[in-house]
């Protein structure tokens, strides 16, 4: 079963340092996210493309957190800096499309600790 | 008010009981509607999509009360391997379709 590939699985930075994940969807779909979830809440939306575009990044603090996904397969977010309050899992996840029927098929995420 | 709102949990309940979990929006345009399960350190993985009419899966029954913007889940006959934390998520369609993810109710079956 084709999977939502993320890296690292987990980091640990201290603050003010840059860091980025990588995430790889499943092959054909061109909706990709970004959720960040802490510890006890469920999943928030930062990022949203459909291919390579942007869809919604309003919930994304873009003063430190850049999101590109340059080919419409791939994407990486950056943090930089961190902050201690961006400790969190950061999930990545894909859709064939923008359409209601569409599953969303979550990554394994990547667990970031910032010191 | 939060846009999706679950019952606060921890839910412990023995094998074989029947569990139920609640769970409210506050968007009228809510299009789809999802329970989701999401097991310790590990990501979320849909459990069953919410219908109007209401659905069944095996033990699990989900069902959609859109007049009182209200979603439910039982799981009937608990087993040890429920043990998990359910995420009632709601889809906004549209232009943007991205899914609003409640905080997540916690199960805990014991033997």
């Known amino acids: 079963e084709a999977e939502v590939a993320q890296s690292p699985r987990y980091k640990i930075t201290e603050k003010s340092q840059a860091v980025a994940f990588w995430c790889d969807p499943i092959?054909?779909?061109?909706?990709l996210y970004w959720y960040r979830q802490i510890l006890g809440q469920g999943p928030e939306l930062l990022v949203q493309?459909?291919?390579?575009?942007?869809?919604?990044d309003s919930q994304l603090p873009k003063d430190r957190f850049s999101a590109e996904r340059l080919k419409g397969v791939d994407s990486t977010l950056k943090i930089q800096p961190a902050e201690l309050g961006d400790s969190a899992m950061y999930l990545c996840a894909s859709s064939l499309a923008l359409d209601y029927f569409d599953t969303q098929y979550f990554g394994p995420g990547t667990r970031l600790t910032v010191l | 008010r939060k846009e999706v709102e679950q019952d606060p949990g921890p839910f412990n309940v023995p094998e074989g009981a029947t569990v139920a979990f609640n769970c409210t929006y506050s968007?009228?345009?809510?299009?789809?509607f999802f329970w989701y399960r999401q097991d310790c350190r590990k990501e979320p993985k849909l459990l069953m999509s919410?219908?109007?009419s209401g659905n069944e899966d095996g033990r699990f029954t989900a069902q959609l009360n859109r007049a009182s913007q209200y979603i439910s889940l039982l799981i009937r006959d608990s087993k040890l391997s429920d043990s998990a934390t359910y995420l009632c998520?709601?889809?906004?369609?549209?232009?943007?379709?991205?899914?609003?993810f409640g905080k997540g109710t916690k199960l805990s079956v014991k033997p």
């Open positions: 919410v219908y109007s």
């Open positions: 998520v709601v889809f906004h369609g549209g232009s943007q379709g991205n899914l609003i």
């Open positions: 493309f459909q291919d390579e575009s942007v869809v919604d």
């Open positions: 968007n009228s345009a809510s299009q789809s």
């Open positions: 092959s054909g779909h061109a909706t």
